[in-house]
């Protein structure tokens, strides 16, 4: 995305240091030593430090007890099973992950939220961070609905050029290179047209043309039609089996009816987020259109469910049959004969692929399939054609100039031996990911290092780790400690960061925190839930983690 590489910087900084400070003496007072007036000073700061610390944690707290009653007044604990989230609350769990993973694109958003429904209004540089914005509100627990307000304001550029990198991104890239679509832009805004064998492929190449830089809109006007015509039995059974399949949907009480190759969700997901992955997973083959309008989000309703469900584990080869589905359904790896085989919930690959994309991809869809503990990736990556190391460097400094993620960002690529090494510098762990993933579509390399450096341009205030005491945070050219924070504020913190999850269920998780060291223990039945439990414990304020929450993939509801 054309983010422009500056850091949010907390308002109440300046205010702080002005805080902090000795006032000015009245004329005709007696001056203060210099060495006095900076002990006063660095003391100052350091209460302004206390102060705004203890403010951040009170209104964690106050966020934590506001969203676990439909009133927000609750003195907290777990949730009611069936209360919804206050708006209040939820519109701040919005903007504190809408900080925490754009920075300052945060400063550009505006975020309402009534009955559950959040607005997104405001300014973005590029289509691709219009939709992780929207994606971020998306996930959270709560939210019902995301109406998306926002505008792109990219940088400008003539539509010629944004259609030469639009056909030179879909020829370069290794999936679509062999697609024949035609390319039109006006104004910015670029319409595909063509034909294409099924829904992935032309979603696909709508992403991809998102992604270059300049682009205000993309209208999507690729065709497409199932190479064979199946009947509607054949299809609701895939759909099903894809959707109970699928670790980020399995247990959401979801229908599926099909008449005349139009699929129609209907029941309740937890999040908006897996709404819309239910709607990606119902495109198997032989589908014309899908229809969510009967799905509805309800976090406390499908935990309700889950708990009265019965467990049961997979044979092995169920789950390679559910891996090699999964495979034929992604445009990356439909085309490449990779072999699977499963043993007690340890995936293997193996095979030949003519792309870095490919590999990557083969092994992401195998470990979002239930069942699976492990993924053993044994690909081998052999380009079907032979590049110089000089000219994959080309193609590769060429997309990274493409994409508006790096507008002042300054990314060097480098490809010797077929490997990609990237270095420098970017201010968000986004453009971190984005770099990578451009390096893997650059046909002919087939590994990369990704040396890039994550840091705000701006300096900071933060209070990681209290018990790291020898640490000096440093503002306007002083030192202060940072203040610790008490168990029972670090206990608070990791729980909230729960909330908000749909994926974890408090109930399984048991945290204690003595003298600064979190404890966690529980169990969880995707990596997805561990991810969110070990990210809340890592940003809570603990001195250390001590995760030992275990995860149970071989369990999973079956009807």
């Not at 999040?271 to 899908?290: H, I, L, R, T």
Request: net charge negative; proline share 4%; charged share 20%.
């Amino acid at each position: 995305m054309n983010i422009p590489c500056d850091t949010a910087h907390d308002a109440s900084g300046p205010a702080a240091v002005a805080a902090g400070a000795p006032a000015a003496p009245a004329p005709g007072a007696r001056a203060v030593p210099a060495t006095q007036r900076i002990r006063r000073l660095i003391s100052g700061l350091r209460s302004t430090l206390l102060a705004m610390s203890l403010a951040m944690t009170c209104s964690g707290a106050a966020s934590l007890q506001a969203a676990t009653s439909p009133e927000g007044s609750s003195s907290g604990g777990s949730p009611a099973a069936d209360a919804p989230l206050a708006d209040g609350a939820i519109t701040s769990a919005v903007e504190e992950a809408l900080r925490t993973n754009h920075g300052t694109l945060a400063n550009d958003v505006d975020v309402t939220t009534s009955h559950g429904i959040v607005t997104l209004a405001g300014s973005v540089d590029s289509l691709l961070i219009r939709a992780r914005t929207v994606e971020i509100a998306q996930g959270l627990r709560g939210v019902l609905g995301v109406i998306d307000h926002l505008y792109t304001t990219p940088v400008k550029r003539s539509d010629d050029d944004i259609r030469k990198d639009i056909l030179e991104a879909l020829s370069q890239d290794p999936t679509t290179d062999a697609f024949s679509l035609g390319v039109a832009v006006d104004g910015g805004c670029a319409t595909l047209s063509g034909h294409l064998g099924n829904h992935a492929e032309v979603h696909l190449a709508g992403r991809i043309a998102s992604g270059v830089k300049g682009v205000t809109q993309v209208t999507n006007a690729i065709t497409f039609a199932p190479l064979a015509k199946r009947s509607d039995a054949d299809i609701a059974a895939d759909v099903k089996a894809r959707l109970q399949w699928n670790i980020w949907l399995n247990g959401d009480p979801i229908g599926v009816a099909v008449a005349a190759g139009t699929v129609t969700l209907s029941g309740s997901v937890g999040s908006v987020e897996s709404k819309w992955m239910a709607f990606g997973d119902a495109w198997v083959a032989g589908v014309m259109a899908v229809d969510i309008t009967r799905v509805s989000v309800d976090a406390w309703t499908r935990d309700n469910a889950r708990r009265g469900l019965t467990y049961a584990s997979r044979p092995d080869g169920d789950i390679e049959k559910a891996i090699g589905a999964s495979l034929l359904l992604d445009p990356r790896t439909a085309h490449v004969r990779i072999d699977v085989s499963v043993n007690d919930g340890e995936a293997t690959l193996t095979g030949i692929v003519g792309n870095l994309e490919a590999d990557i991809s083969a092994e992401h869809d195998a470990r979002n399939i239930i069942g699976v503990e492990k993924v053993i990736n044994l690909l081998k990556v052999r380009p079907k054609e032979a590049l110089a190391d000089e000219e994959m460097t080309r193609q590769l400094a060429a997309a990274l100039k493409r994409s508006p993620w790096f507008e002042q960002c300054i990314i060097q690529g480098v490809v010797l031996h077929r490997i990609a090494t990237l270095t420098g510098v970017v201010d968000l762990r986004q453009q971190w990911t984005e770099a990578q993933d451009i390096a893997t579509r650059v046909k002919g390399i087939v590994a990369v290092r990704n040396r890039l450096r994550v840091e705000p341009e701006f300096p900071v205030i933060a209070f990681p780790n209290p018990g790291s005491y020898e640490t000096s945070y440093s503002l306007a050219g002083l030192s202060a400690t940072p203040p610790a924070l008490s168990d029972e504020q670090i206990k608070r913190n990791i729980d909230h960061g729960f909330l908000w999850s749909p994926f974890v269920n408090r109930d399984d998780i048991h945290v204690v925190v003595h003298g600064g060291v979190a404890t966690l223990t529980g169990t969880v039945t995707t990596w997805i839930a561990w991810n969110v439990i070990d990210h809340a414990a890592q940003t809570s304020g603990a001195s250390s983690i001590v995760n030992q929450v275990t995860i149970t993939h071989a369990s999973w509801w079956w009807p």
